[in-house]
């Protein structure tokens, strides 16, 4: 993971939203690894939530800090398991412009090395809406651990070389119906 050091750190205005019918907001402790994360590597917490593992719930929070225009990326944990109650990737689907397949197939890798076959249980992913990043996360801290450390930490950092999702924000809306609405236009 090389760092180039002609560049100069840009911190991210990043929302973490939990999405669970058992915790509150004094035991989400997924919540709280991603939250201190994101402030230790310099970025900027721009919201904090939690909302019921409901398609509707998670939609209208994402769209929410989407079209505030103080968001630049939002991570979600939980509801991206197998139950009937995880729905993440379904209200994702339902308001995502773009897929980012890699961020789903590298987040299992990462598990992989750590749980095995029980990686593939994971429907970890990642999407753009309205010009902003969106990174779901499976709802345990160890989870949420290996996502940022492994992988976000690295494409959220400008300096990340060869490439990282910061140097392409200003683009994201390019050629979008909905351009001109303040995303994408840093």
């Known amino acids: 993971m090389a760092l180039e050091q002609v560049r100069d750190f840009q911190p991210v205005a990043i929302a973490v939203l939990t999405i669970s019918d058992s915790r509150s907001r004094d035991d989400d402790k997924s919540g709280d ?27 209208q929070q ?10 630049d990326a939002i991570i979600t944990t939980g509801g991206t398991g197998l ?17 980012i397949d890699g961020f789903g197939e590298a987040f299992r890798w990462v ?8 990686s593939m249980q994971s429907r970890a992913l990642a999407c753009v809406v309205k010009g ?5 996360l499976p709802g345990s801290p160890s989870a949420c651990r ?29 050629g979008a119906s909905t351009q001109g609405t303040g995303r ?3």
């Open 33 to 59: 690894v991603l939250a201190a994360r994101i402030v230790d590597a310099g970025h900027n917490l721009a919201g904090r939530a939690l909302v019921a593992d409901d398609i509707d719930a998670i939609g």
């Open 146 to 174: 290996d996502g940022w450390d492994e992988l976000l930490v690295h494409q959220l950092d400008l300096r990340h070389r060869p490439c990282n999702f910061v140097e392409i924000m200003p683009r994201l809306m390019e």
């Open 111 to 118: 598990s992989w090395q750590k749980i095995g076959t029980s």
């Open 62 to 71: 994402i769209l929410s800090w989407c079209e505030s225009g103080g968001v």
């Open 83 to 99: 139950t009937g109650r995880d729905v993440t990737p379904e209200a994702l689907r339902k308001i995502m412009d773009k897929e």
């Open 184 to 186: 994408g236009e840093k």
């Open 132 to 136: 902003v990043y969106v990174f779901a």
